[in-house]
């Protein structure tokens, strides 16, 4: 991520089963508990993208689109 997009975006993972981050992310935790997401879930800019598997790829790509969007 840092090679390809200089420092622009980052990838951070939070373990929902650790009591901090379920305190920290409750509000996103019940989003998806309440719309059935399937985790993991990949949010971009706070919304839920991807759900059920990490695509790298995917990721990349939404991330590129975003950044292009924005310029």
């Given at each position: 991520?840092?090679?390809?997009?200089?420092?622009?975006?980052q990838?951070?993972?939070?373990?929902?089963?650790?009591?901090?981050?379920?305190?920290?992310?409750?509000?996103?935790?019940?989003?998806?508990?309440?719309?059935?997401?399937?985790?993991?879930?990949?949010?971009?800019?706070?919304?839920p993208?991807?759900e059920?598997?990490?695509?790298?790829?995917?990721?990349?790509?939404?991330?590129?689109?975003?950044?292009?969007?924005?310029?």
């Open positions: 991520m840092e090679t390809r997009f200089a420092g622009s975006a990838i951070l993972y939070h373990d929902v089963t650790q009591p901090d981050v379920i305190a920290e992310r409750a509000e996103m935790i019940g989003y998806i508990k309440e719309n059935g997401l399937i985790y993991p879930v990949t949010i971009i800019e706070g919304e993208a991807y059920g598997a990490v695509s790298y790829p995917a990721i990349l790509r939404a991330v590129q689109s975003l950044l292009q969007e924005r310029a």
